[in-house]
């Protein structure tokens, strides 16, 4: 089976400019998820979907990030405006369903905010 | 309030030898764990799991053990091979949601 789609691979703005990622999850895959990695950190969760609603997005810095997953398939996630502290690894990943199982993530997009 | 740690960032190990990596958690709720592993420029890619109900699980060349009244896990590799080298991720869930709780990653290098 193909695995999570990510693009763009990397992205270089400057601060206070908008940037959009995103993600094509394993096909039949109701649960998406964006995780937040910072050189030296674990992945943090931003936003959890189950098909088009949103699960969890207590960690989603609401002011400057927006995500949606329309038709419950794709997905985007975007920040307006960015800060330097933004830079990160941008990861999605998917899963068949709420539960035990692990995920399957996507290569990631690195985001340099200068 | 950081629940999952990895409080090594970087071990070395010799070719042949067992890697251990360790990994604490401070929510008794967790209730599965789960080892990924990173390569550079590539997502985490899962390794291996655990459930709380049980103290030790095995897959080939990598075994994973669970203490639950020290709040603790490790991951065994033995013999380590050169390509085990990476970034190595603790994760934790409970048992409402898929949410994973991560830890800080430890790189681990093995040398020829």
């Known amino acids: 089976e193909a695995g999570v789609a990510q693009s763009p691979r990397y992205k270089i703005i400057e601060k206070r400019q908008s940037v959009a990622f995103w993600c094509n999850p394993i096909?039949?895959?109701?649960?998406l998820y964006w995780y937040q990695q910072i050189l030296g950190q674990g992945p943090k969760l931003l936003i959890q979907f189950q098909n088009n609603g949103v699960v969890d997005d207590s960690q989603l810095p609401k002011d400057r990030f927006s995500a949606e997953r329309l038709k419950g398939v794709d997905s985007t996630l975007k920040i307006q405006p960015a800060k330097l502290e933004d830079s990160a690894v941008y990861l999605c990943?998917?899963?068949?369903?709420?539960?035990?199982?692990?995920?399957?993530f996507g290569s990631g997009t690195r985001l340099t905010v200068v | 309030d950081q629940q999952v740690k990895q409080n090594s960032p970087s071990l070395s190990v010799q070719e042949g030898r067992i890697s251990i990596l360790n990994c604490d958690y401070t929510n008794s709720m967790f209730d599965y764990f789960l080892w990924y592993k990173k390569y550079p420029a590539e997502g985490p890619t899962f390794l291996i799991s655990i459930s709380s109900i049980k103290d030790k699980n095995e897959d080939g060349r990598f075994t994973v053990f669970l203490n639950k009244s020290a709040k603790h896990l490790s991951l065994h590799i033995v013999p380590s091979q050169p390509g085990d080298s990476a970034v190595y991720f603790c994760?934790?869930?409970?048992?409402?949601?898929?949410?994973?709780?991560f830890g800080q990653g430890t790189e681990l290098s093995v040398k020829p």
């Open positions: 990943a998917s899963s068949p369903m709420r539960g035990r199982d692990g995920y399957t």
């Open positions: 096909s039949g895959h109701a649960t």
């Open positions: 994760a934790a869930k409970g048992n409402q949601g898929g949410k994973l709780i």
